[in-house]
């Protein structure tokens, strides 16, 4: 470089840092609050304590860009059942959403990052500042060969076992812990004439529930070694694990197959039956029913699996076509920030993904779910994306629908075992 030109870059140099000096303190790691048009943003939020968070997520966002337009195009269905097909078909005809929910782990990277369809943010991750705050377990989860590809906005729990604290109470029921105390509660509470001992939905919440039986019956090791194929699929685990899974569905409703999430959590709320499980977003719908926790409801590990979270994390994606990459960006910069995060959480019954939440935010039911995501064992969901992939997933949804017909535990086995085989780490 030239004596002149190094002056004139110094000079530069000089007056840039002068200025930046006297400016006010820019929010460098933002967006810049010009962007305009409309971004899309596609989940499936549309109701139960789920909207209500995005709406107050939305308004964060609203209220830092409001010349972009917020489009939200969720499409009902509890756990994306209908929305991701839905997705999958606008992807199909080249219209993608601007930006949509994924799951961290193998949702996310073996279904759109192995197509193609999104792109990576490591420069908002720079500009931010996020990989000093997300947590370390999440971001391999988000990755592929060095660059990260969504933000996630929380970390829920699947393996929440929720009660209604009154029907227990007047059955003498204790808040069992072990699948063993599980059985003989059920049983007390059938024989006492308790309608639904334990409320069941449609089919993706048998499998959510089956996806804790499993770690409640087999634990956190040989759980993940599901995943890795280090545990087998035709081993004495899954055997007794579908045992166990059996002898729940018989104090099941008999209409689950019609009855969405909500549907089957509000069976506990209003005390027609005692247990339901499912993850902590009922906590979020069931503070929209004006319900308190501890008094209206209770909530424990699934019994079997005490010192174990199994999470997921709900995340938003930038689309490689997408209509409006600015206003993404911009969008993304609320779900990834502290104040984002802080509004959408609290009311979705999730706690946040970055570690420096306000917890006075936060009520006891997420408090003690903070506690027990720094301390225990974490493990990963099957039904919301972490641990298989979309064929994977669909083959042992096949299988167990199957199951849910016939009951033929050695059947659901042996598929199982074929569909690691064929779609897993069991090849
Ligand atoms: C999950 C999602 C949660 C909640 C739930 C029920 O897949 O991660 O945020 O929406 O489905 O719809």
Same mark, same amino acid.
């Given at each position: 470089m030239s004596k002149r030109i190094l002056t004139v870059v110094s000079i530069l140099m000089v007056i840039s840092f002068a200025i930046s000096a006297c @400016? +006010? @303190? &820019? +929010?460098? @790691?933002?967006? +810049? &609050?010009t962007e305009a048009g409309k971004v899309q943003v596609f989940s #499936? #939020? %549309? *109701?139960?304590g789920e909207a209500a968070g995005l709406e107050a997520m939305i308004k964060v966002f609203n209220a830092k860009y409001p010349n972009i337009e917020f489009v939200n195009e969720a499409v009902a269905g509890g756990a994306g059942t209908n929305a991701r097909a839905v997705l999958a078909t606008r992807l199909q005809a080249g219209d993608p959403p601007d930006s949509w929910q994924g799951h961290a782990g193998q949702e996310l990277i073996g279904t759109y990052v192995a197509a193609g369809q999104i792109q990576p943010l490591n420069d908002l991750y720079e500009a931010n500042g996020w990989l000093a705050v997300m947590p370390e377990t999440l971001i391999p989860l988000i990755s592929k060969d060095g660059n990260i590809y969504s933000v996630p906005v929380n970390i829920h729990r699947a393996n929440v076992m929720w009660y209604n604290p009154a029907v227990l109470a007047a059955n003498n029921v204790a808040v069992p812990t072990t699948m063993e105390e599980w059985f003989t509660a059920l049983e007390t509470l059938k024989a006492a *004439?308790?309608? %639904?001992p334990l409320a069941l939905g449609e089919q993706w919440t048998a499998m959510h529930l089956f996806e804790t039986v499993l770690l409640g019956t087999m634990g956190p090791e040989k759980y993940n070694g599901l995943w890795d194929g280090? %545990?087998? #699929? =035709?081993?004495p685990e899954v055997t007794e694990s579908i045992a166990n899974y059996a002898k729940l569905l018989?104090? %099941?409703?008999?209409d689950a197959t019609s009855l969405t999430w909500q549907d089957a959590s509000q069976l506990v709320i209003n005390g027609d039956a005692a247990f339901n499980v499912m993850g902590d977003w009922a906590e979020g719908y069931f503070k929209e029913l004006g319900k308190t926790p501890e008094t209206d409801f209770g909530w424990a590990p $699934? +019994? *079997? /699996? $005490?010192?174990?979270f199994q999470f997921l994390s709900d995340s938003f994606t930038l689309a490689t076509? @997408?209509?409006?990459p600015d206003g993404v960006k911009a969008w993304l910069t609320v779900c990834g920030s502290k104040e984002g995060q802080d509004a959408f959480n609290p009311v979705k019954g999730s706690i946040p993904?970055? /570690? =420096? *939440?306000?917890?006075?935010?936060?009520?006891v039911y997420l408090q003690s779910a903070m506690a027990d995501w720094a301390s225990n064992t974490v493990v990963g969901s099957l039904t919301h994306g972490v641990v298989a992939n979309d064929s994977w997933k669909n083959e042992i949804n096949t299988a167990l629908g199957l199951y849910l017909g016939t009951l033929d535990g050695a059947t659901l086995q042996a598929a199982l075992t074929t569909a690691c085989a064929a779609q897993g780490p069991c090849k």
């Open positions: @400016a +006010p @303190a &820019a +929010p460098a @790691a933002e967006a +810049p &609050a #499936w #939020w %549309t *109701g139960g *004439g308790v309608e %639904t280090t %545990t087998a #699929w =035709d081993g018989t104090y %099941t409703n008999s $699934v +019994p *079997g /699996s $005490v010192g174990s076509d @997408a209509p409006n993904a970055r /570690s =420096d *939440g306000d917890k006075s935010l936060y009520d």
